[in-house]
T-cell receptor, first 111, second 116 residues
């Protein structure tokens, strides 16, 4: 069945460091791909999305490119801030309407 | 336009009691999804409901758990005879339709259930 695999965390970086969080997927067809972010004590919020191969989703300095050939959707940011500390989830929609999430990657940014 | 509202924010129950978690979707949304987040784990799908119908309950345990989304009022996730392993954050999400390719889910802030 469809699935999403993320790199394990936690990821600890210093402020202004470069961030990559890996995400690979297994799916039938070419679904849209999403990154959600969960700040401490809150629900998930959509961070960015890509709807077809080679699309690049971007928001708040984060980017992710839909790579069909490697079935990947890695999240990147050139310079992280303390306020980016959160849990990041990669996700794709199943054909029954629900979102399938990866296990989440915790990012901690230190000043 | 209020977002997805979940209550209570925190719920404490003793083993054997019942837990009722409420979710009011965003205005105009008729699709509701419940997810469970266990400590150190990701979000696991539980159930997908439309008004008065359960569409997909493949992620919900067969015993003790039930969900409803009546014509009027919030969606309810009910856990009977809670056990310590039920302690988790339960998130509700809503959408205006099931075409998630160009849609997104709006999540509530969750209910943290603690079973003593």
């Amino acid at each position: 069945g469809d699935s999403v695999t993320q790199m394990e965390g936690p990821v600890t970086l210093s402020e202004e460091a470069f961030l990559t969080i890996n995400c690979t997927y297994t799916a039938t067809g070419y679904p849209s791909l999403f990154w959600y972010v969960q700040y401490p004590g809150e629900g998930l919020q959509l961070l960015l999305k890509a709807t077809k191969a080679d699309d690049k989703g971007s928001n708040k300095g984060f980017e992710a490119t839909y790579r069909k050939e490697t079935t990947s959707f890695h999240l990147e940011k050139g310079s992280v801030q303390v306020s980016d500390s959160a849990v990041y989830f990669c996700a794709l929609p199943s054909n029954t309407g629900k979102l399938i999430f990866g296990q989440g990657t915790t990012l901690q940014v230190k000043p | 336009n209020a977002g997805v509202m979940q209550n209570p924010r925190h719920l404490v129950r003793r083993r054997g009691q019942e837990a009722r978690l409420r979710c009011s979707p965003m205005k105009g949304h008729s699709h509701v999804y419940w997810y469970r987040q266990l400590p150190e784990e990701g979000l696991k799908f539980m159930v997908y409901l439309q008004k008065e119908n359960i569409i997909d309950e493949s992620g919900m345990p067969k015993e003790r758990f039930s969900a409803e989304f009546p014509k009027e009022g919030p969606s309810i996730l009910r856990i009977q005879q809670v056990v310590r392993g039920d302690s988790a954050a339960y998130f509700c999400a809503s959408s205006s339709d099931s075409a998630l390719a160009n849609e997104k889910l709006f999540f509530g802030s969750g209910t943290q259930l603690s079973v003593l």
